[in-house]
């Protein structure tokens, strides 16, 4: 992503001649927002390709808490840092427009999509008065210009289940979402037993869910095959 110009063609290569199944980027490109001009192009050609976008957060210790200081202290660059840089890099792709430009794009967003659906009820309601708190800049046209609530274009990100083993994020993140944008994932191995706890842990609460066995497969396999074109055996 650094060398913008290539972008496309990597992407291209990557699918066409090497079978890939679609293409992983940070939430920001040293800094920059993924919507920046230079990266847009990579958007549409995943469109046609009609092939997921893995969005993973990227932050480190030197994006500090408090402006006063030089970095972020305990990890909270990490556990809370992550969620936000995922949620902010959602809210730039809709409101700059990527959605509306693209609307068969597929992005899968890590980690249940960030904080989005805890906060439903800013993302909903809170959205809908954009502008309301501005005084400088005319945010309501940014509402009319999308066509649509903010909300609902939230929803048109899939999102995967590595929340940690938290069946409370899991059943907030498949009510936002629904059943047919959430896949599985695990974050093995980054778990205190290096690999098969977050595995053990998210299949319990999956399947301890009160799921319709249709959307239980649909979690587990069914979305992954329908998203990568995979081969259903």
């Not at 309601?125 to 005319?138: A, I, K, V, Y």
Request: hydrophobic letters at 40%.
């Amino acid at each position: 992503m650094n060398a913008s110009e290539g972008i496309v063609t990597e992407a291209h290569r990557a699918i066409n001649d090497l079978g890939a199944c679609g293409v992983q980027v940070f939430t920001n490109v040293n800094g920059q927002p993924l919507t920046a001009p230079e990266f847009r192009p990579l958007f549409g050609a995943m469109a046609e390709h009609d092939l997921p976008i893995w969005v993973h957060p990227a932050r480190g210790a030197s994006f500090t808490d408090y402006l006063t200081e030089t970095s972020s202290k305990y990890e909270i660059w990490w556990t809370f840092g992550w969620p936000y840089e995922t949620s902010a890099a959602m809210a730039r792709i809709v409101f700059e427009g990527l959605l509306n430009d693209y609307p068969s794009l597929k992005i899968i967003t890590h980690h249940m999509g960030g904080m989005v659906p805890y906060f439903e009820g800013r993302v909903g309601p809170g959205w809908d008065q954009l502008g309301s708190r501005t005084s400088d800049e005319n945010l309501g046209a940014v509402l009319e210009r999308l066509k649509t609530r903010p909300i609902d274009l939230f929803r048109m990100f899939y999102a995967d289940t590595a929340v940690f083993g938290s069946r409370a994020a899991t059943i907030c993140g498949i009510s936002f979402f629904g059943a047919d944008h959430v896949v599985f994932a695990s974050d093995s191995p980054f778990d205190p037993e290096k690999g098969p706890m977050y595995i053990r842990e998210t299949i319990k609460i999956i399947d301890e869910l009160e799921l319709s066995e249709t959307d239980r497969d649909k979690i587990y396999r069914a979305n992954a095959v329908r998203l990568l074109k995979l081969k259903d055996r």
